[in-house]
């Protein structure tokens, strides 16, 4: 008997909807959905996630003392397989709303919550940059390696693409259309 789909949450970290970060993630998850697994797609910008205060506070508790969406989404987290995570370079980092949403793992970044939240799942990075040189991704990737390693995830694949700089030019990089949708049915099925 054929067992339960996988799931796939992706976080769009652009506050450009239909820019090139939300097309690459759309054809990550329709690689996915190729392969069987049940895909969502959350905006950072439909959701309401504020910084990390440094209180300390989830330290003790595990929740976070700010009361927004954030808790709603580490629970999307918890219960998908993959997570698609989308940013375009901004300052050789990601977006300041990818930053704060990662920053707020930190509730459940202990050993224990993080085997409960985030061990063993596997994460594609989908980032554009204007630049043409992939390297200027280098910090931005590096960066989600070492955190997804921290909390026992895995960074599966990035999806780069250098030079998309306008609003769509992605569209026009085959290429990269064709690595996104086939890193989609890789990571469900490999
Ligand atoms: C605030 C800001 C900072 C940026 N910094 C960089 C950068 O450091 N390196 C780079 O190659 N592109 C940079 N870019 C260009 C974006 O990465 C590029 O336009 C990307 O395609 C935007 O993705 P989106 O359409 O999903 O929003 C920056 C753009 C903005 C708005």
Same mark, same amino acid.
């Given at each position: 008997?054929?067992?339960?789909?996988?799931?796939?949450?992706?976080?769009?970290?652009?506050?450009?909807?239909?820019?090139?970060?939300?097309?690459?993630?759309?054809?990550?998850?329709?690689?996915?959905?190729?392969?069987?697994?049940?895909?969502?797609?959350?905006?950072?910008?439909?959701?309401?996630?504020?910084?990390?205060?440094?209180?300390?506070?989830?330290?003790?508790?595990?929740?976070?003392?700010?009361?927004?969406?954030?808790?709603?989404?580490?629970?999307?987290?918890?219960?998908?397989?993959?997570?698609?995570?989308?940013?375009?370079?901004?300052?050789?980092?990601?977006?300041?709303?990818?930053?704060?949403?990662?920053?707020?793992?930190?509730?459940? #970044?202990?050993?224990?919550?993080?085997? &409960?939240? !985030? =061990?063993?799942?596997? *994460?594609?990075? @989908?980032?554009? +940059? $204007? %630049?043409?040189?992939?390297?200027?991704?280098?910090?931005?990737?590096?960066?989600?390696?070492? #955190?997804?390693?921290?909390?026992?995830? &895995?960074? !599966? =694949?990035?999806?780069? *693409?250098?030079? @998309?700089?306008? +609003? $769509? %030019?992605?569209?026009?990089?085959?290429?990269?259309?064709?690595?996104?949708?086939?890193?989609?049915?890789?990571?469900?099925?490999?």
């Amino acid at each position: 008997m054929p067992g339960k789909p996988k799931h796939v949450f992706a976080i769009m970290g652009s506050p450009r909807k239909g820019g090139n970060t939300d097309i690459m993630v759309d054809e990550i998850l329709a690689g996915a959905r190729d392969a069987g697994a049940t895909t969502e797609k959350v905006m950072i910008g439909d959701i309401e996630i504020q910084p990390c205060k440094g209180c300390a506070a989830c330290r003790t508790t595990g929740e976070c003392v700010q009361k927004d969406d954030m808790k709603q989404m580490l629970e999307k987290l918890k219960d998908s397989h993959v997570w698609v995570i989308g940013t375009p370079v901004y300052w050789w980092g990601p977006t300041a709303q990818l930053k704060a949403f990662l920053d707020r793992f930190y509730a459940k #970044a202990d050993p224990e919550r993080a085997r &409960e939240y !985030f =061990a063993g799942h596997r *994460a594609v990075l @989908a980032v554009p +940059m $204007g %630049d043409p040189n992939p390297q200027t991704a280098c910090h931005l990737v590096g960066m989600f390696q070492d #955190a997804l390693a921290f909390v026992k995830g &895995e960074l !599966f =694949a990035s999806v780069l *693409a250098p030079g @998309a700089y306008e +609003m $769509g %030019d992605v569209k026009k990089m085959e290429n990269v259309l064709k690595q996104a949708r086939q890193v989609g049915r890789d990571v469900v099925t490999t």
